[in-house]
């Protein structure tokens, strides 16, 4: 019998509808699946948030901006969708006072600890790597590096972060990064538009609060009290949700209580990022920084900048990542705004009134304070292994959990993670109607 009229019938609820929610619908649909989605915000994507207007001259990323690689699934589908993407301009170097170094080789250290790093026999969290073998006082600069490459990079807290999975991550050559044109909304509404047009049913505003179920049916009650009815559910939701506190406004109660795929969510680390937009109404780093892609400024604030090369045009984003950004997560808008104009402003050698003069546009995404997400993106600890494989099981073929944090390759935290999970867990629900 075709799948086609296998699934006929068969009902699946998604809980969120971000990038994994929407591909695991995508993928269920195509075998003649029921398939509702429960989104808590008012618009799909999740992290993937291009933002219309808001005075600045072209869309401006919030959340996801850059492909890291030649990735299979976020490229097939862009192709599939005909949404064009263009390679970013990724050199990158350092700028201090006014004067501006090309940096390719991130320090002298470098491959020497990478060396280190793949000779470790059993995994250890990455400080007490750090100290095991990189002790000594003439590497307190590498040790300072790393923390804050691991903290700005992969929003991983190096207290918790597992060495060999950022082994696996760090050792792996990234190649071309790509940037969509016209933003990730445009791949959200292709995903959006698919789904709908196959059926699929989206409501918005709709935050799921309590799951009662019992092996292939499943009740789902909302924060507006409305209830879903289905064989399965999948909670597309960020870990951080997984996560929550039984007293906070955003956690989820299971009844009866999956306790081992909770606990399991809670061995995966979860990192948090606040990403600063600027347009100027006149460019004043492009002579000063070679046309460099990526501006380092050690010991700033906001310590990573980038341009939109090959772009050309007026913006510029600066990044903060995990302990950084904890720091600085409750400050208002304002303050944030502030500080990354002082960041400018020392690196630049420039007068922080000149900068905010030229400033025509800004937004501060504090990613920390997003409800429904507080954070940025998974990392893995010494557990997450093991934690992965757990929720990898569904429970009693009738939960399932997806998204970016489960998915088990590399690159980890990003859209391709995101969707190659939505995609393995569409396959994992399809055995089991
Ligand atoms: C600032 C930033 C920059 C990034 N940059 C990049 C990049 O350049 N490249 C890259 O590849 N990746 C990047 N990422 C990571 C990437 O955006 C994520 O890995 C990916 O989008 C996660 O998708 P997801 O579907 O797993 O989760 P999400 O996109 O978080 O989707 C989960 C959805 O669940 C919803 N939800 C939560 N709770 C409930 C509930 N109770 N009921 C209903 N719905 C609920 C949420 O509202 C959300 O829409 C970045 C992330 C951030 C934050």
Redesign the pocket.
Known sequence: MPSVEKNKGKSVVI???????LMTAFELLKHNTDVTV????QR?????HTLHGHSFSQPV????????GDLPL?LSLLDKAGISYHPVNDTMGRLEKGIFKRENNFTAYWSMLMKQMASIQYDMLLAVFLNTYFGEDKYAELRSFIKNFAGGFDLADISTASTKALYREWSKEMGTQYRVDGGYKKLIDFLETECRNNGCIIHFS????KISWHKNEVNIL?MCSRMFKADKIVL???IS?LQADTNSR?Y?AFSPAVPQHIQAAKNIGFGT?I?IILEFYENFWKAKTKNAGMIFMQNEVVPTWWTQLPVENNILTGWIGNEKAVALQNETDEVILAKAVQSLSHSFDMAEEKIHKNLKAFKI?N?SKE???Y???SFNMVESAGAKHILHHPVEDTIFF????LFEGS?G??????LS??KKTAEAVLKTL
């Open positions: 809980i969120g509808s971000g990038a994994a929610g429960l989104e808590s915000k799909p994507g999740g992290r993937l990323e919030l959340g996801a901006e850059f492909i890291h976020t709709c935050c799921a609060k909302t597309a939701v960020p949700i955003d989820i990022v990403k995404a990613w409800p429904d997400i954070g940025g993106y997806s998204g970016e944090a690159p935290g990003t859209v391709e993670a995101a999970s939505g």
